[in-house]
């Protein structure tokens, strides 16, 4: 026995940081490690290059005891290696003082200036991109609540990334199906409700007259109650079913299915009913025709959908047959009848929910117009197609097809 549960969509808000802060505070730190590690490394580098200049300075003084006036240069000006004159740039005037190296302390000031402008470009910059990779996941998130609520009409379109877009697409997806079910659920409760309350009515009203004592309980009577009560119980489980395949829930048992032996089981159950109404049944299946791959059952269920209904529209003195072949490597299964035929107005209609071309509903011509319904749902449901062929005064054809065993 399956089950089927449902999660708790209200659970409580959970105690953690948003992606969007998540994101800002990794992109934040890795902007910070790199502003820091560019500083260090300029820090340790233009302090080699202080240090540089300063031997290079050293090496430059003349040494102590020199006599005023004497030249420290053994070459003459202007000659490689020569010591630049006296008063220019880099040189030192003999008798002063070197002059002084760069200070460390203004260098360092401007590394600081320049950390705190990418502490504060770092900040921008995370805050600007966590932004921008959340913000379609928090409309994701929006989207999805409203859906939740109930709007199944809700398409999104919030741009992003692949990944994002990919969700979204699910999403929108998800919402369809959300919204086909939706229709398919509030169409249901529609037909139940118009199928029930005419055989529900007559039953309350003789149950009524019973109990007050108006009527006798006679055969004729109880008679009337049961086919009430059989139509009530057919109608129910053929909207079972028929819902369990529109939903996708319906089990099938795809296996290699004999097509001539099928068809005999089937036409084996209505030889009693096709006698009574005089109305023969033949069969003329393909003797070399492959098996076909369907649920055993369903096949079954789905001729005798067809076969049961060609029997009830076929007056007494015409025929019905069942026939078989194989197109295109697929086998085609037919039921022929030679009743009154279908107009091309109605014609279009016949595979759709509780539609009946006879506009009475009498019961002589039928159940609740989910025969035909239920046949397009379980041979799709098997990779099948199905159609119809009819005229007016000329009888009706219902072919359907399924995947043949190669």
């Not at 109990?211 to 009430?228: P, T």
Request: hydrophobic content about 40%.
């Amino acid at each position: 026995m399956k089950r089927f549960t449902g999660s708790d969509t209200g659970s409580s808000p959970r105690n953690r940081l948003s992606l969007r802060v998540k994101l800002f505070l990794a992109i934040l730190l890795v902007a910070l490690v790199c502003v820091a590690a560019s500083a260090v490394l300029s820090n340790v580098l233009s302090q080699r290059q202080i240090g540089e200049f300063v031997r290079e300075q050293g090496l430059e003084t003349p040494a102590t005891g020199t006599a005023p006036g004497s030249s420290t240069t053994p070459y003459p000006p202007g000659a490689p290696g020569a010591q630049p004159a006296p008063g220019s740039p880099g040189t030192q005037v003999p008798g002063q003082p070197p002059p002084p190296p760069p200070r460390p302390r203004n260098i360092n000031l401007s590394f600081l200036l320049a950390g705190a402008l990418g502490l504060v470009l770092a900040l921008t910059l995370s805050y600007t991109l966590a932004g921008r990779i959340s913000r379609p996941l928090s409309k994701l998130t929006a989207a999805a609540r409203r859906i939740t609520g109930g709007n199944y009409g809700e398409r999104l379109d919030v741009g992003g990334g692949v990944e994002v877009a990919e969700l979204e697409d699910a999403l929108n997806s998800l919402t369809e199906g959300l919204q086909r079910n939706e229709k398919l659920r509030s169409n249901m409760v529609e037909d139940i409700a118009h199928e029930l309350r005419n055989p529900l009515a007559t039953l309350r009203g003789q149950l009524e007259m019973l109990q007050a004592g108006r009527i006798e309980c006679d055969r004729e009577l109880a008679d009337s109650l049961m086919e009430d009560a059989l139509l009530l119980s057919r109608l129910v489980e053929d909207l079972r079913q028929l819902s369990l395949v529109e939903a996708g829930q319906l089990e099938l048992d795809i296996q290699p299915v004999a097509v001539d032996d099928a068809v005999r089981e089937v036409l084996a159950r209505f030889e009693t009913e096709a006698s009574t109404r005089g109305v023969p049944i033949g069969h003329t299946v393909a003797s070399d025709l492959p098996a076909v791959m369907a649920d055993r059952l369903r096949l079954a269920q789905v001729l005798g959908n067809l076969v049961g209904n060609s029997l009830t529209h076929t007056p007494a003195g015409g025929s019905v047959t069942v026939g078989a072949s194989l197109q295109d490597g697929a086998v085609v299964l037919s039921v022929s009848d030679t009743g009154a035929g279908i107009s091309a107005e109605e014609l279009p209609f016949i595979f759709e929910r509780f539609y009946r071309a006879d506009r009475s509903r009498a019961r002589a011509t039928g159940g609740a117009g989910l025969g035909l319904s239920i046949a397009r749902s379980l041979v799709e449901a098997q990779g099948g197609q199905i159609w119809a062929e009819s005229e007016t005064g000329e009888g009706t054809t219902i072919f359907f097809t399924l995947p043949a065993v190669t």
